[in-house]
């Protein structure tokens, strides 16, 4: 079996503003590289976090099947919303604890579902 590692990063000039994202996808097979593959795309207007979401859902988009994925992320944005923030937003109709709406919900489930179809 293939073992994936997907590098994402995202930016923007401004914040809103120009942004781009970019993933390189890395196949391993007995910890060797036996492909690499490089995405990257980009909006007119958008933010930095949507980025960073945007690289990581393209990540999982471009996995043809279910497979082992290793996501390497800069983005704490990212990291502790799908591994912590996204149960108790879910759990309070998506709003944070101080209870406001989560900043792009329809980006988190995207990311949710891609994530869950992987398992």
């Known amino acids: 079996m293939l073992d994936i590692e997907a590098y994402t990063d995202g930016a923007c000039s401004g914040n809103p503003g120009i942004g781009g994202w970019g993933v390189v996808l890395l196949a391993k097979k007995n910890g060797v590289v036996i492909n690499r593959r490089e995405i990257a795309g980009g909006?007119?207007?958008?933010?930095?976090?949507?980025?960073?979401?945007?690289?990581?859902?393209?990540?999982?988009?471009?996995?043809k099947r279910q497979t082992k994925?290793?996501?390497?992320?800069d983005s704490v944005y990212v990291q502790k919303g799908i591994s912590e923030w996204l149960p108790n937003w879910k759990k309070n109709?998506?709003?944070t604890a101080s209870k406001k709406l989560v900043k792009n919900k329809e980006l988190w489930q995207e990311l949710e579902v891609l994530a869950l179809s992987l398992i």
């Open 43 to 63: 909006e007119l207007n958008s933010t930095n976090n949507q980025m960073e979401l945007r690289a990581a859902i393209e990540a999982l988009k471009a996995l």
């Open 69 to 73: 994925i290793t996501l390497i992320t």
């Open 93 to 95: 109709n998506w709003k």
